[in-house]
C-alpha cells in the first residue's frame, strides 16, 4: 500500500477526535440528538482547524445506518464511502474551481433527484466564498426553500466575503485557532502511535510555526520525518526550517544590555551569511521579545517548552519594561522600513548599533528633572518642536551622545511616555464642590488631573472638552476630535463617579463632536535653529550652553 501522509492518516473521524473546537462539536452533537437539524451550516476559521474533518463526521453522524446519531460507526457502507470521499449522497465541491452561475444551477438541476441510500442528500463546499455573486444569488432561492432532506454545509476561512444573504440563512459556527499545548499534545501522541523519537522543544517549534493549525503541524511533522527518520532533534529541525535558536537572540539582548556594538554587528554578519531572511529574522526576534515580555509582567507562557523558559526569564530581568518595548518598537519599524530600501542590511545594522547605546537615552521625567535644576521650564518644551509634521519628529543632540528628546520624545514609535505627558509631581486632591459652572471651570485642570489617574488619554481629552452648559444632573461638553469622544466614552463610567464624588451628586456626561470644515491644505513651516532661538530665549540659553544642534 502507498504511503499515507499523517494529515489524512490522522484525519477526525469522529466528533472527539476534532481538537479544541469543542464550542462547536457539543453543539452540533446536541443538535443531532435533539433531532433540530438545520438545512445550512457555515463553518469559518483559519485553515487546517478541522472545517471540513467536521463537515463530513457530521456527514456520517446524519447519514450513518446507526443515526441519526452522535457516534457514527464508521463501519457501514454510508460511513465508509463518505470518509473515502465516494459516497453518492455526499457530495463534495469546491468553490474555487466551481465559482459561476452555471456550476450552481447544475448543482440545483441534481436536488431534484433524493438520496439513493441515505436519508440525507448533503453537499459540502469548500471555500464557498469563492463563488461569484452571480453564484451566490442563483443559490439564494434554494436556500430559502430548500428541498426536504437536503442539507448544505459551507466551509470558508473568509466570512466576510461571503454575501451577508447568505450568512442569514445559515447557522454559523466560528472555529478557533488550535493552542500550541494542543497541537503539542496531539504530536506527542502521534509521535507514540508511529514509533517516533522527538524532543518537547522540537514539538513546541513544529507547533508554533504551524501558527493555530493541526493540519499544517501534521505536514510540519511529516517534513520532518521524512529528514530524521525515527529519532528527530532539535537542532535537525531548525536545519530544516532555517529558524535561528532562541540561544542566539538571548546573546543578542546580552550584547545589547552590554553596549558590545562590535561583537553585535559581527554576529548578524554571520547570520546573514547563513542565507537567513531578514524579515524572518526580524519577526523571530520579535516573538522572542514577546515571550520576554510576557515573562516579565509574570504571564504563563503555554507556547514555549518549560527547558527553554530560562533564556527568557534571565533576559526579563536585565531589561526594564519601556526598554522591551523600545527595543520591539525599533524592530518593527525597521521591519516595514527594510521593504522599501535598496540596502536593508544597512537598516539593520544601524538599528543594532542605536540599540546598543540604549543606556544613552534618559527617562522623560529625568529630563524635566535635570532642566527643572538648571532652571528651565519643563512648560516651554511641552509642544512639539514649531513646523515639524508627526512623521517627521525633531530633536535635541547634543555633542556626540544621543539626547532623549532625539532618541525618545520625538520617536513616535518608541514605548517611552511623550514628554508632554509626563507629570513631576502628584496633584492635590479635589475638596467637595457646589454644583455651578463657576466651580467647575476654577477646577476644571483639577478635574483633568485626576481623571489622568484612570486613563492618561481621558484625562487629555477632558482637559481640551469645551464646556456647553451643566444643569442640575448633566454635563454636555463639545470635542473637536472623534478620538477624543471615543477616549471619554471608553472611561464614562468612572468619569461620572469622579464627578459625583467631587459635587456630591450623580452628574451625566453628554459628549456631541465640533462640526467644522475639512482643511483643503496643510502648509507644514520648517524652522531653523535660528528661528526657535528667535522665539524663546530660554531656549536659545538652552542651545547655546549646550552646543545643540537640530535633528
Known amino acids: 500500500m502507498s504511503y499515507i501522509v499523517l494529515a489524512r492518516k490522522y484525519r477526525p473521524q469522529n466528533f472527539a477526535e476534532v481538537y479544541a473546537q469543542d464550542h462547536v462539536t457539543k453543539i452540533l452533537q446536541s443538535a443531532i440528538a435533539s433531532g433540530r437539524i438545520a438545512h445550512a451550516y457555515l463553518f469559518s476559521g483559519p485553515r487546517g482547524v478541522g472545517k471540513t474533518s467536521l463537515a463530513r463526521i457530521m456527514a456520517k453522524s446524519l447519514n450513518c445506518e446507526q443515526g441519526p446519531t452522535t457516534q457514527p460507526c464508521n463501519k457501514c457502507t454510508n460511513c465508509v464511502e463518505i470518509t473515502s470521499g465516494v459516497s453518492p449522497d455526499v457530495i463534495e465541491i469546491d468553490g474555487a474551481s466551481n465559482t459561476g452561475v452555471d456550476d450552481i444551477r447544475e448543482l440545483q438541476r441534481e436536488l431534484l433527484y433524493a438520496a439513493s441510500g441515505a436519508k440525507y442528500k448533503i453537499y459540502i463546499i469548500d471555500e464557498v466564498h469563492m463563488l461569484s455573486k452571480n453564484a451566490f444569488n442563483a443559490l439564494l432561492k434554494t436556500l430559502e426553500e430548500p428541498p426536504e432532506n437536503v442539507i448544505f454545509i459551507f466551509a470558508t476561512t473568509e466570512p466576510h466575503k461571503v454575501l451577508p444573504t447568505i450568512i442569514s440563512r445559515c447557522q454559523r459556527y466560528d472555529f478557533k485557532r488550535i493552542p500550541v499545548d494542543a497541537i503539542v499534545a496531539r504530536l506527542r501522541d502521534l509521535c507514540e502511535q508511529e514509533g517516533i523519537k522527538m524532543d518537547d522543544e522540537s514539538m513546541y517549534l513544529i507547533a508554533r510555526k504551524a501558527d493555530g493549525g493541526l493540519r499544517d503541524a501534521l505536514s510540519l511533522m511529516d517534513q520532518t520525518i521524512s529528514y530524521c527518520a525515527e529519532d528527530i532533534s532539535i537542532e535537525q529541525v531548525r536545519q530544516i526550517f532555517g529558524m535561528i535558536p532562541n540561544q542566539v ?109 540604549l543606556d544613552e537615552i534618559n527617562e522623560i521625567s529625568e529630563l524635566i528633572a535635570s532642566l527643572k535644576s538648571t532652571g528651565f521650564s519643563p512648560g516651554m518644551m511641552a509642544a512639539p518642536m514649531p513646523g515639524k509634521s508627526a512623521d517627521t519628529p525633531t530633536g535635541i543632540r547634543h555633542g556626540d551622545k544621543a539626547s532623549p528628546l532625539a532618541d525618545k520624545a520625538a520617536d513616535s514609535s518608541t514605548a517611552k511616555a511623550p514628554l508632554r505627558h509626563s507629570k513631576t509631581h502628584e496633584q492635590p486632591e479635589i475638596k467637595k464642590l457646589e454644583l455651578s459652572e463657576d466651580a467647575l471651570r476654577q477646577n476644571w485642570d483639577a478635574l483633568a488631573s485626576r481623571i489622568k489617574k484612570i486613563s492618561k488619554v481621558a484625562g487629555l481629552a477632558f482637559q481640551n472638552a469645551e464646556l456647553i452648559n451643566l444643569s442640575a444632573n448633566a454635563m454636555n461638553l463639545k470635542l473637536k476630535t472623534q478620538t477624543d469622544i471615543g477616549m471619554l466614552k471608553n472611561n464614562l463610567e468612572r468619569i461620572e463617579e469622579i464627578l459625583e464624588d467631587v459635587f456630591g451628586q450623580p452628574l451625566h456626561i453628554n459628549l456631541e463632536l465640533e462640526q467644522g470644515e475639512a482643511p483643503t491644505k496643510v502648509d507644514i513651516v520648517r524652522k531653523t535653529i535660528d528661528d526657535l532661538k528667535k522665539e524663546n530665549p530660554e531656549l536659545a540659553s538652552f542651545i547655546d550652553e549646550t552646543e545643540a544642534r537640530l535633528v
Do not use: C, W
Open 249 to 357: 537572540y538571548h546573546d543578542f539582548m546580552q550584547m545589547i544590555k552590554a553596549h558590545d556594538s562590535q561583537n553585535l554587528i559581527i554576529e548578524l554578519h554571520n547570520i546573514f551569511e547563513e542565507g537567513t531572511d531578514l524579515q524572518e529574522f526580524i519577526g523571530n526576534m520579535l516573538e522572542y521579545l514577546r515571550v520576554v515580555l510576557l515573562s516579565k509582567l509574570g504571564i504563563k507562557i503555554k507556547d514555549i517548552s518549560p527547558d527553554e523558559m530560562p533564556l527568557f526569564e534571565e533576559v526579563a530581568q536585565s531589561f526594564s519594561q519601556n526598554d522591551l518595548l523600545y527595543i520591539m518598537s525599533q524592530l518593527m519599524q525597521t521591519k516595514t522600513d527594510i521593504r522599501l530600501s535598496n540596502n536593508p542590511y544597512l537598516l539593520i545594522e544601524a538599528m543594532m548599533i542605536k540599540l546598543s547605546r
